[in-house]
């Protein structure tokens, strides 16, 4: 049976307190809690570390919960087999020229160096009006309804 929550922030206080504690050896297996209660064992390992408590976490394997708990103790112990997973940041872009050609629809965009020079102010404004991109329909490609004969009518 795991303890509870406020049962462990209970003995992490008591060992703050406690006289005959020099440190405290944390072994942090697979903490199925969310980032609250995370926080809430943060501020328990803070409180031991001001007593003058040092905190030392151990860790086999650990992902973004395990690691957040085991960074705020002062060291971290890992077996070279260990392993530590964390997360990145990642970014997806999306390209849309095939998509756009194959409506009937141009990108236009100003060259490098058309807004810059000795404009007045109406030359400056028409530049940076074109200086947005706009989407154009070419009428390469016009796209057509179906005729009346090629509509299928839709079973209910």
């Not at 408590?53 to 112990?77: N, R, S």
């Not at 997973?85 to 095939?98: C, L, M, Q």
Request: hydrophobic fraction near 45%; include cysteine.
């Amino acid at each position: 049976m795991q303890p509870s929550l406020a049962a462990i922030v209970q003995r992490m206080d008591a060992a703050a307190a406690d006289k005959d504690v020099v440190a405290v050896w944390l072994k942090i297996e697979d903490p199925a809690v969310g980032r609250g209660k995370i926080f809430e064992l943060r501020g328990a390992i803070a409180r031991l570390r001001k007593a003058g408590k040092p905190v030392y976490a151990e860790l086999t394997t650990a992902e973004g919960g395990q690691y957040l708990l085991a960074g705020a103790c002062d060291q971290i112990v890992m077996p070279p087999s260990g392993m530590l997973i964390v997360a990145g940041v990642r970014a997806e872009v999306t390209f849309f020229k095939g998509l756009l050609d194959k409506l009937g629809f141009a990108v236009r965009r100003p060259a490098n160096g058309q807004v810059q020079g000795r404009r007045r102010a109406v030359d400056a404004q028409r530049n940076e009006q074109a200086a947005t991109t706009e989407l154009r329909c070419t009428g390469r490609r016009r796209l057509r309804r179906p005729h009346s004969h090629h509509r299928r009518p839709i079973a209910a």
